[in-house]
């Protein structure tokens, strides 16, 4: 059903279980390496990969984060909770129990505020948070052969273990109701603002390309005025911002066409698929039941004391809502200019440079415009660009000394963007430097008049406007190294003009 038509039948009702890995050394319950991008199974050991005789131990640096984002999501701190063992089969988890827990997680009860864009003006909804509790992550299975990825079809499949264990948190929310067409922007706001929280909180660098954020989005229909939930689906594993919005808006096109055809939703595991944009089923949805949830014998229960609690609260910096607001009024920014940064996600980086030196608007310009368009062109998050907001402000401070101009410049973050080095390094090797003694411009600003005598004559009788020909002659003959304000200078002083 198209998606107007089934918002004038059908009121959808939300529930985000997102799942973020912790950027510590070690995984959750073992001293193995978290790093990203190694070799397969080789950061693996007789804990993570439950050999007999293993036993875990909690990894305290994960219990820091997840009481730290439990505090930034005004959740309540539980004085003492537990680890249970989730039970299932699969071969990404070696035990076949997932170490998590159950019936005491270590947050609950919180709430996060997120603003949406509506024709009518930014328009705030509160998301309530049921938990947030602690678990480790399983391993990662490629499915080879066959035309979906998929296990169905494949020829084999292998598994690496080395994700197996890392620390992992699960945010879950409780029902999001009353949110009718903005369902697919509540959800995408909800996780865009989790993930600045995580960042802001230096717990995870909240990669979705990389899995370390990712958001399994339920969603059910109840016909409009009515009181009753209907029967809903999960998408698992959603990886991006975007597929957020379009999972939430395909599962309620979807389900309004199974209740407008008189059938029945399934309850369900789906799977979203990047490139039309659509759900598949997956398999039936377990309960809680089903897992056979026990506490795990192996470890001591977690109980953090109140001066701890009160440690790490002191701990927490400035919040993205509340910086947002800072910079804001700081910067003297409208609701537009804050959204554009918001939208590119260059809050940080743009505050981070203006930190290194840079004005606010000289800053902004470059992260919105030329670095945006290459994080595009590369279809990578504007944060994976290999430059530093340091880098950035020296190329700012070099076009404000004059040294560059804004075409240079972009050659120098071209050639930082290469691995060529520094700024000034790559300025150095590439011969950037602007050319501004008379010595160097007289010789190309000479050459200029000669090459453009009925220019220059134009110029002598007075039409003082049309040096600009000869200051482009200038530029394209030292390849845009012209100090463009003093040829120009040279240009009318030669010609009598001055």
């Known amino acids: 059903m198209a998606y107007d038509d089934a918002m004038r039948s059908y009121e959808p009702v939300l529930g985000l279980e997102t799942h973020i890995e912790l950027g510590t050394a070690s995984k959750m319950f073992c001293s193995c390496s978290t790093t990203f991008g190694a070799e397969p199974n080789t950061q693996v050991c007789p804990v993570c990969l439950a050999l007999p005789g293993s036993l875990p131990v909690v990894n305290g640096k994960a219990v820091e984060s997840a009481i730290r984002l439990g505090l930034a999501l005004n959740c309540s701190i539980a004085p003492w909770g537990r680890f249970a063992r989730k039970n299932y089969f699969?071969?990404?988890?070696?035990?076949?129990?997932?170490?998590?827990?159950?019936?005491?997680?270590?947050?609950?009860?919180?709430?996060?505020?997120?603003?949406?864009?509506?024709?009518?003006?930014?328009?705030?909804?509160?998301?309530?948070?049921?938990?947030?509790?602690?678990?480790?992550?399983?391993?990662?299975?490629?499915?080879?052969?066959?035309?979906?990825?998929?296990?169905?079809?494949?020829?084999?499949?292998?598994?690496?273990?080395?994700?197996?264990?890392?620390?992992?948190?699960?945010?879950?929310?409780?029902?999001?109701?009353?949110t009718g067409e903005l369902a697919p922007l509540v959800a995408r706001a909800y996780v865009s603002e989790l993930r600045d929280l995580a960042r802001s909180l230096g717990i995870s660098d909240v990669r979705m390309e990389e899995g370390s954020l990712r958001c399994d989005v339920n969603v059910s229909l109840m016909p409009r005025g009515g009181t009753e939930w209907g029967t809903r689906s999960e998408t698992k594993n959603v990886n991006s911002l975007r597929s957020v919005d379009r999972a939430v808006r395909y599962e309620i096109e979807r389900q309004a066409g199974v209740l407008d055809a008189g059938k029945h939703v399934v309850q369900e595991t789906r799977h979203f698929q990047e490139n039309s944009g659509t759900?598949?089923?997956g398999r039936s949805k377990e309960e809680?039941?089903?897992?056979?949830?026990?506490?795990?014998?192996?470890?001591?229960?977690?109980?953090?004391?109140?001066?701890?609690?009160?440690?790490?609260?002191?701990?927490?910096?400035?919040?993205?809502?509340?910086?947002?607001?800072?910079?804001?009024?700081?910067?003297?920014?409208?609701?537009?200019?804050?959204?554009?940064?918001?939208?590119?996600?260059?809050?940080?980086?743009?505050?981070?440079?203006?930190?290194?030196?840079?004005?606010?608007?000289?800053?902004?310009k470059w992260w919105l415009n030329e670095l945006s368009r290459r994080a595009t062109e590369n279809e990578i998050e504007l944060s994976a660009l290999?430059?530093?907001?340091?880098?950035?402000a020296r190329v700012v401070e070099l076009v404000a000394e004059g040294a560059l101009t804004n075409k240079l410049a972009r050659q120098v973050i071209e050639g930082v963007l290469n691995g060529e080095g520094e700024p000034d390094a790559v300025v150095e090797a590439r011969g950037l430097k602007v050319v501004n003694d008379d010595s160097a411009l007289g010789s190309a600003v000479d050459q200029a008049i000669a090459d453009n005598p009925d220019v220059a004559e134009k110029i002598r009788g007075g039409k003082v406007a049309a040096a600009g020909a000869l200051v482009g002659a200038v530029m394209k003959a030292t390849r845009g190294q012209a100090d463009a304000g003093r040829a120009r200078e040279l240009i009318l002083e030669k010609l009598g003009a001055a």
């Not at 997120?114 to 948070?129: A, H, L, N, Q």
């Not at 910086?323 to 505050?351: M, P």
């Not at 290999?386 to 950035?392: C, E, F, K, M, N």
Request: aromatic residues 6%.
């Open 279 to 281: 759900t598949v089923s």
């Open 386 to 392: 290999p430059i530093t907001p340091a880098q950035v």
């Open 90 to 178: 699969y071969p990404d988890m070696p035990k076949n129990y997932q170490i998590s827990q159950y019936d005491e997680p270590i947050c609950v009860d919180g709430h996060l505020d997120v603003t949406v864009d509506t024709p009518d003006g930014p328009k705030e909804f509160r998301v309530d948070i049921e938990r947030v509790h602690m678990e480790e992550d399983t391993g990662k299975t490629a499915h080879v052969g066959g035309a979906t990825g998929r296990i169905h079809g494949a020829d084999y499949s292998i598994v690496d273990y080395n994700r197996a264990g890392i620390p992992l948190l699960e945010i879950v929310t409780k029902p999001i109701e009353h």
């Open 288 to 364: 809680a039941q089903d897992y056979r949830y026990f506490p795990d014998p192996d470890l001591v229960p977690v109980a953090p004391s109140a001066e701890w609690i009160e440690e790490l609260r002191a701990t927490l910096p400035e919040l993205p809502a509340a910086k947002r607001a800072r910079i804001k009024a700081e910067w003297s920014l409208s609701d537009e200019e804050l959204r554009d940064l918001i939208n590119a996600d260059a809050i940080d980086l743009v505050s981070a440079t203006v930190d290194a030196g840079a004005p606010s608007a000289d800053a902004r």
